[in-house]
């Protein structure tokens, strides 16, 4: 078998979220080798981080969003968050996590864990295992289904933040459904699907054709947020301006619920980046501690660049700053040192700030809540800088498998390329199918009024 400490690392290296680390369901041991059982700490440590990552969704972005729309559509950005969350888990469970993580094609995985078979053994009582990045550590699958779960949830309910007050919801759900299947799922599988080392060799499936090229991406800055941004704009496109917009003041109506929001963010996404490393070990302290510094870097950046150019300091910069500086670390988190985190979050901030005001004003399309301002253009500066700041020559892990920061730099960006085209490919065949079969947009005395009470029958606030 192939265990040799070179070709480890070489791999662990290539890979990110968790090394996905084995992505082989199940691991074939040497037969004079003991069969591995799972770590109590990292298991604890990998259920806490599950629970963190859920509560990113629920209710951390649906406050954020709702407290940035107007009063008459809080509920209604509520029920977005909550049920589209809650669609994706269970079409995760359904045929998802097999088309993710298990053995396929470079693009896409197959169906031997459809409903989750073959996860648990009722007659014996018996679990299955995937590995994690060092050889000899497991976890339980069903840990890792769960953690994943969240990934997946979480990417689609950003989408909506470019859609919000206009769309209706069976048109955003049906949506969801469609670009999960056909764009989150061959993603993930594209950039973190690696087979295991604990494998026969004559069995190695085929890895990920990101993966292959040798991307890094610790916990998605391709797969979550430049895939939704892209996703979001198109959307966006499609769907048209919010009736009034430019005409009529739209400010947020609750910026106290935004901030809760951005601070429930950041609180969660310690799960989301340390998590990813799938152990309690060295490598989650580092992605915790890069998470930590280089958020409030991009809060201290965004501010002070909002204040020099606008002559104020906002809460909502300050509070997209932080989300920023969220973004940018993820694909980077244990995959640069100290020192990239500090220029990843100081650099971020102005560059998003930009993202939702030059850019923004350049592309001429509402998205309303800035999803690609901040989650597309925030990962993709994230994704690039990683290639950089994993030299070991500027602090970061990249260890002698490191090919040079012009190499890993083209290899970065060929793999923001594919994402960029897949998700904009496929969300526009799904909001052009939608809207060609059953409409996308809410009627425009239906948008007036406010969704709240016209797709849901009730407000958010007493009037």
């Known amino acids: 078998m192939r265990t040799a400490p070179i070709l480890f690392k070489a791999i662990r290296r290539m890979t990110g979220v968790a090394a996905l680390a084995t992505l082989a369901p199940t691991l074939a041991w040497a037969a004079d080798a003991p069969v591995p059982t799972p770590d109590k700490g990292d298991m604890a440590w990998m ?3 599950t629970a963190l990552v859920l509560l990113m969704s629920v209710p ?13 559509n809080m509920l209604s950005v509520l029920m977005q968050v909550f049920v589209g969350f809650s669609l994706i888990t269970v079409l995760w469970c359904i045929y998802g996590y097999s088309l993710a993580f298990t053995a396929g094609n470079e693009f896409i995985g197959g169906l031997s864990r459809l409903f989750l078979s073959g996860t648990f053994n009722p007659a014996t009582g018996a679990f299955s295992n995937i590995g994690t990045f060092d ?72 890895g990920g054709l990101l993966a292959n090229w040798g991307a890094l991406d610790f916990a998605g800055g391709t797969v979550v947020h430049i895939n939704s941004g892209v996703a979001g704009l198109v959307g966006a496109m499609i769907l048209g301006k919010r009736i009034g917009l430019g005409k009529e003041p739209m400010p947020p109506h609750s910026l106290t619920m935004t901030m809760i929001g951005a601070s429930l963010l950041w609180f969660g996404w310690f799960g989301f980046n340390a998590g990813s490393a799938l152990e309690a070990n060295g490598s989650a302290a580092l992605a915790f501690m890069n998470t930590y510094l280089a958020t409030a870097c991009a ?66 399309t509402d998205d309303a809540l800035d999803v690609f301002g901040v989650h597309a253009l925030g990962g993709t500066f994230g994704a690039l800088t990683t ?77």
């Open 47 to 49: 259920l806490t981080s």
């Open 60 to 72: 951390a972005l649906g406050l954020f969003y709702g407290g940035l729309v107007r009063t008459k």
């Open 135 to 206: 050889k000899g550590v497991v976890l339980n699958e069903l840990v890792y289904v769960g953690f994943q779960a969240t990934f997946a949830a979480i990417t689609c309910c950003l989408i909506l933040g470019s859609l919000v007050e206009r769309i209706k919801f069976s048109a955003i759900m049906v949506f969801l459904a469609f670009w999960f299947t056909f764009c989150y799922c061959p993603v993930a599988h594209m950039v973190w699907y690696v087979p295991g080392l604990d494998v026969n060799p004559a069995d190695h499936p085929v």
């Open 299 to 364: 809060v201290l950046a965004w501010m002070g660049t909002e204040w020099i150019i606008k002559g104020k300091p906002s809460m909502l910069g300050a509070a997209s700053g932080a989300v920023a500086g969220l973004v940018a670390i993820t694909p980077a988190a244990g995959n640069v040192g100290i020192p990239g985190a500090f220029a990843i979050g100081l650099a971020v901030g102005p560059v998003c700030f930009w993202g939702v005001t030059g850019l923004k004003k350049m592309i001429r």
């Open 387 to 463: 290639g950089i700041f994993n030299d070991p020559a500027l602090g970061g892990p990249g260890g002698s498998a490191y090919p040079g920061i012009w190499a890993q730099l083209l290899i970065q960006a060929k793999a923001v390329g594919v994402v960029i085209v897949w998700t904009a490919v496929v969300a526009a065949i799904g909001f052009y199918l939608i809207k060609l079969v059953m409409g996308l947009r809410v009627t425009e005395d239906e948008e007036r009024e406010g969704l709240d009470i016209t797709i849901h029958g009730e407000r958010a606030y007493d009037m």
